[in-house]
């Protein structure tokens, strides 16, 4: 079967650097998405890996590595805004999203 | 971001009620989605239409009919549900269905009574 692996929750403290990560079992891979979703509103897209490496994107980076069916997401310079859900989704042979069950990232002062 | 309208937010109904969702997006996709979402549980996508067809239906009861009228307008039409199908119910469009992300409404927060 498919399948998407993150951690459930996990905690930081504002000012700090936060490493979520993500792997996954699928048939075929046409890309790894990552989204974030505050409470009570809908997932906003923040990343998107379809070949190995790091992609920047300001305070937030994405790695992928496909030999490992793994990838992360880096937070930096963390503010308490950046307290949501992280959610993984990987696209399949058929193109469909197939998702993780996100990981609900609490920050603290 | 407002591209990706649902309605109504919430909803309250029996289960003999019959009711519709309805997702209007503004970004000139060509593909649309119906999920739902439980708690701490992965999105389950329900349907996907590309071009106002019907491409993939993953095993979602009937008690779910979904309409694609336009490209721009998705219903999801509920009869008969069940205590099981609270949830929120996200809509979702995207340019294509093979890479472009998908852009999310805000969901409509259903509670079966």
């Known amino acids: 079967g498919q399948n998407i692996d993150q951690p459930t929750e996990m905690t930081a403290t504002e000012g700090a650097i936060v490493q979520i990560n993500c792997t996954y079992q699928?048939?075929?891979?046409?890309?790894l998405f990552w989204y974030q979703q505050h409470a009570g509103e809908a997932p906003t897209f923040l990343s998107y890996n379809v070949l190995d490496g790091l992609e920047e994107k300001g305070r937030f980076s994405s790695f992928l590595s496909r030999s490992k069916g793994y990838s992360y997401l880096l937070l930096k310079e963390l503010q308490m805004k950046d307290s949501a859900s992280y959610l993984c989704?990987?696209?399949?042979?058929?193109?469909?999203?197939?998702w993780g069950a996100g990981t609900k990232l609490i920050i603290k002062p | 971001e407002t591209g990706v309208t649902q309605t109504p937010r919430h909803l309250v109904m029996g289960m003999t009620n019959k009711k519709s969702l309805k997702c209007e997006q503004h970004?000139?996709?060509?593909?649309m989605y119906w999920y739902k979402q439980s708690a701490k549980k992965p999105l389950e996508l329900m349907f996907v239409y590309s071009l106002e067809e019907r491409v993939e239906n993953n095993s979602v009861p009937s008690r779910f009919s979904p309409e694609c009228p336009n490209s721009s307008h998705l219903f999801l039409h509920l009869h008969t549900l069940q205590p099981e199908d609270s949830a929120l119910y996200l809509c979702?469009?995207?340019?294509?269905?093979?890479?472009?992300?998908?852009?999310f409404g805000d969901g409509t927060r259903l509670s079966i009574l």
């Open positions: 979702a469009s995207s340019q294509d269905r093979e890479v472009q992300p998908q852009h």
């Open positions: 970004l000139g996709h060509n593909a």
């Open positions: 699928t048939s075929g891979f046409n890309g």
């Open positions: 989704a990987v696209k399949d042979s058929n193109y469909q999203l197939i």
